[in-house]
């Protein structure tokens, strides 16, 4: 059994934690693109657990804008397609940074790709410094490399920064033994380790991600996002969602 997590003199568990979210969470009710009103829910819950004090990182997908492996690529090099792809992460980005800044939350945006009109190269100095002067963290562009998901750059990222766990905004609330909008049966885990997601080939987050997580004991929860107070229940050690770890 693992010892259960303590909280320190604030009820917080975690203090510097990474969010990711995709890009298809932005779009709302929509086909495509970005509903700002969504942008802007999404920036009042990072605002009520960045005032409780604890240091916010966020790596935002692409999928409602491009998606370098879905079929509006079409035959496109996959090279090519990946790139925009991290384009559409930026774009993203900059929505997420003008909400929370609209709530007087300070904000940066750190891209892997060098766009200096729009945000900072990513240095991984730089952005620790920014989490310890209180300021929220918009990583953009993925890991800067094609091939590579926005989950394996949340991976990355959360692991250059050491962030105490990486918090996976989905849909759903939680990880199912199969996916619950297809088979009413599917049975929601309370914990389930690395080894079992990979196992199952559950979609959590890719294999890449995961097993890079496994590697550095960086533990994972999975929650519904659009659930109003999920995040402070998170870092205040609530059950929420399904936590992924080393051990049941």
Known sequence: MIAEPKTDVAGLVYRRVLLKISGEALMGEQNYGIDVDVARTVAEELKAVHALGVQVAVVVGGGNIFRGVSKSAGNMDRSSADYIGMLATVMNAVVLQDALEKLDVQTRVMSAMDIPQLAEPFIRRRAVRHLEK????????????????????????????????????????GVYSADP??????????????????????????????SLCMDNNLPIIVFNMRQPGNIRRVVAGEEVGTKVCMEK
Do not use: H, W
């Open 181 to 210: 909008m297809l088979v009413s049966t599917a049975t929601r885990f309370d914990c389930i380790t690395y080894q079992e997601v990979l196992e199952r080939q559950l979609k959590v987050m890719d294999a890449s991600a995961i």
């Open 134 to 173: 209180e300021r929220v963290v918009i990583f953009a562009a993925g890991t800067g490399n094609p091939y590579f998901t926005t989950d394996s750059a949340a991976a990355l990222r959360a692991l250059e920064i050491k962030a105490d766990i990486i918090l996976k905004a989905t849909k759903v609330d």
